[in-house]
């Protein structure tokens, strides 16, 4: 229930390959105008690709950010519409929340997710039950480094160039999960410097694509 990457309840992605220097960057809880559009302005500067595990309220509650998202060529998945702990939910519950934040962003982003991350990392065999039908990959992530807490740009980014290594799913937060429009602009002043860092030793980020197996369309 509690480790992100266990797959005692079904398949989870939780790093790309060992072999080389490759990197996924993903984002959670967004969209957020007062974070993702930075963060898109950077990516597309950089020319990075990224993965933006939304939520549906807020899909629907920023329909302009909402619409940017959906015009760039990332990646974007399911974070749930309200971002509850699924693990002691049952299974109606959790297909209610999976399937409106299914709804909500193929209505505003006109774009079908693929994949599937669980607010916290928190499951129980009915959220692979219900992402199998919607036909999504679940996915953890490697390097999380609370950017959530607010701990300062400069420290967001030092973390994250600490814990750097090969495949990594780096977790970021362009939004809150608790509030409509919460602060993450240390995460969105941090991003530059951490794309710098870790092309600085030689990796390279990419497409979050690259580790999916999941059928465009199936289940939906």
Known sequence: MFAPNSTLFGRVIGRGPREGRTLFLTFDDGPNPG?????????????????????????????????????????????????????????????GELRAAHASITDVLERTPRCFRAPH?????????????????????????????????????????????????????????????????QTAEALDGIIRDARDVGYEFRPLTELMTAVPGAGA
């Open 35 to 95: 974070a993702t559009d930075r963060i898109l302005e950077v990516l597309e500067e950089r020319s990075v690709p990224a993965a933006f595990f939304v939520l549906g309220r807020h899909v629907r509650l920023h329909p302009q950010t909402a619409s940017r998202l959906a015009r760039s060529p990332h990646v974007i998945g399911n974070h749930t519409q309200r971002h509850p702990k699924l693990h002691l939910r049952g299974r109606r519950f959790i297909e």
């Open 121 to 185: 990392g928190l499951r129980n065999p009915a959220v692979h039950s219900v992402a199998r039908e919607l036909g999504y990959d679940v996915f953890g992530w490697t390097l999380g480094v609370w950017d959530s807490s607010c701990p300062g740009a400069e420290e967001i980014r030092a973390r994250v160039r600490r814990g750097l290594r090969p495949g990594a799913i780096i977790l970021l937060h362009d939004g809150d999960g608790y509030a409509s429009e919460g602060d993450r602009a």
